[in-house]
């Protein structure tokens, strides 16, 4: 178990809203991951953090900003929610060195703009 | 936990038979394959991996080929049991990708008793 919490695990917003989806790891790994996960397309990758205020963009990333202020929290904005955004998000860390493919997943957060 | 409803691929199964689950990757510069499985209500999790100086790599019940030629990846899974019932994730990615992953869509993996 990596210690990782994704909050809240679900929510309910209107259009236009702004929201924040907290990830939190426990073992100080320095590589995070915010993932949305949609019918027909898999999980894609939003944003990514290689350390503190090291951040980049993803495939998906219109829409989306992040921050990572401290190692073990790394958080995803959708500044003004719509109803595209509807979807579940995973947050994930790399619990092993780099190059490697072992991500570690949260329990998911569902996210659902009206 | 959280799940999607996802209109997936399905390959159906009888307990104790073998299960090949099947992925075509995009990208030829690709050099490093992930296996997932994701539970119904959780997030995916590690299952077996394998880099393109290989094309073939076993663990505990699973196997993973790969063919490079046809960008074909491949998880057998022998004796598929009730507990192997999840879906099913490759994802690929390459040195200097910045340790990012791309994954497919999933196949659905049911085992009838």
């Known amino acids: 178990d990596a210690g990782i919490t994704q909050s809240p695990r679900h929510k309910v917003t209107e259009t236009g809203t702004p929201v924040t989806l907290r990830c939190h790891q426990t073992?100080?790994?320095?590589?995070m991951y915010w993932y949305r996960q949609d019918p027909g397309h898999g999980l894609r990758l939003i944003h990514y953090?290689?350390?503190?205020?090291?951040?980049d963009k993803g495939e998906v990333s219109d829409g989306y900003s992040v921050s990572r202020s401290k190692t073990e929290d790394f958080l995803l904005t959708l500044e003004s929610a719509t109803s595209s955004q509807t979807s579940v998000y995973f947050c994930?860390?790399?619990?092993?060195?780099?190059?490697?493919?072992?991500?570690?997943f949260g329990e998911g957060s569902r996210l659902t703009v009206l | 936990g959280e799940s999607v409803g996802l209109h997936l691929p399905t390959l159906s199964v009888q307990e104790g038979d073998n299960s090949i689950i099947n992925c075509a990757y995009s990208?030829?510069?690709?050099?490093?394959f992930i296996w997932y499985k994701q539970e119904s209500g959780k997030g995916p999790q590690f299952i077996i991996d394998?880099?393109?100086?290989?094309d073939k790599r076993q663990g505990q019940r699973v196997t993973v080929l790969l063919n490079k030629t046809v960008k074909h990846l491949s998880l057998q899974i022998a004796a598929t049991q009730p507990g192997d019932s999840a879906v099913y994730f490759c994802?690929?990615?390459?040195?200097?990708?910045?340790?990012?992953?791309?994954f497919g869509t999933g196949t659905q993996l049911k085992v009838e008793l």
């Open positions: 394998i880099r393109s100086n290989m």
């Open positions: 994930a860390i790399m619990t092993s060195g780099a190059n490697t493919g072992e991500l570690f």
């Open positions: 994802a690929e990615t390459f040195t200097g990708g910045g340790n990012k992953l791309t």
């Open positions: 073992e100080n790994h320095r590589y």
């Open positions: 990208n030829s510069a690709s050099d490093y």
């Open positions: 953090s290689y350390g503190v205020k090291d951040t």
